[in-house]
């Protein structure tokens, strides 16, 4: 059975960037972000995409666009019109990670089968949002949280979440 997980930092009002850039930087999450996700293929908006220097190595990049006329030339990126299409594209592939942006974390959270969600515990002005979890359809499966320190400005928690 496939595994598809969002994977997200949002902030306690569920906040996650603004002006396609994150709001907070937590060195200890990207690390774990990246530990979690090389190997895999990881699913993405444009715009998502576009906020990348350049794509993040070792992961099969499937970008979503509504834009037919999208083009990458890096390897290891698919461009794609539909969550349904990125989805046929990791056909092979048993575990998925869904990783951006809210409008993308929307569309997968039907289909969802884990959240790895980093709550950052401060809320924050943002044009990008992480959807709201429904405790009725997901549990907290594993909890770590990590206070404030030198690297990080902000107290903030990874949570696990499995369905029900």
């Given at each position: 059975?496939?595994t598809?997980?969002l994977i997200?930092?949002?902030?306690?009002?569920?906040?996650?960037?603004?002006?396609?850039?994150?709001?907070w930087?937590?060195?200890d999450?990207f690390?774990?972000?990246?530990k979690?996700?090389?190997?895999h293929?990881?699913?993405?908006?444009?715009?998502t995409?576009e906020s990348?220097?350049?794509?993040l190595?070792?992961?099969?990049?499937?970008?979503?666009?509504?834009?037919k006329?999208?083009?990458?030339n890096?390897?290891?990126?698919?461009?794609?019109?539909?969550?349904?299409?990125?989805?046929?594209?990791?056909e092979?592939?048993?575990?998925?990670?869904?990783i951006?942006?809210?409008e993308?974390y929307a569309?997968?959270?039907?289909?969802?089968t884990k959240i790895?969600?980093?709550?950052v515990?401060e809320?924050?002005e943002?044009d990008a949002f992480?959807?709201?979890?429904?405790?009725?359809?997901?549990?907290?499966s594993?909890e770590?949280?990590?206070?404030?320190?030198?690297n990080?400005?902000?107290?903030?928690t990874y949570?696990?979440y499995?369905?029900?």
């Open positions: 059975m496939k598809i997980t997200a930092a949002a902030a306690e009002n569920n906040a996650l960037g603004k002006n396609n850039d994150l709001l930087h937590l060195p999450d690390k774990r972000f990246k979690i996700t090389t190997g293929a990881i699913i993405m908006g444009r715009k995409f990348f220097p350049k794509p190595p070792n992961r099969k990049h499937i970008i979503i666009t509504r834009d006329n999208y083009k990458t890096y390897q290891d990126c698919f461009v794609v019109h539909s969550l349904e299409e990125a989805i046929v594209l990791t092979k592939e048993s575990i998925v990670y869904i951006g942006g809210g993308i569309l997968g959270l039907p289909i969802a790895e969600l980093t709550r515990h809320s924050f943002a992480f959807p709201e979890i429904d405790l009725n359809r997901w549990k907290i594993q770590e949280y990590h206070p404030k320190d030198e990080h400005n902000y107290d903030f949570l696990s499995t369905l029900k």
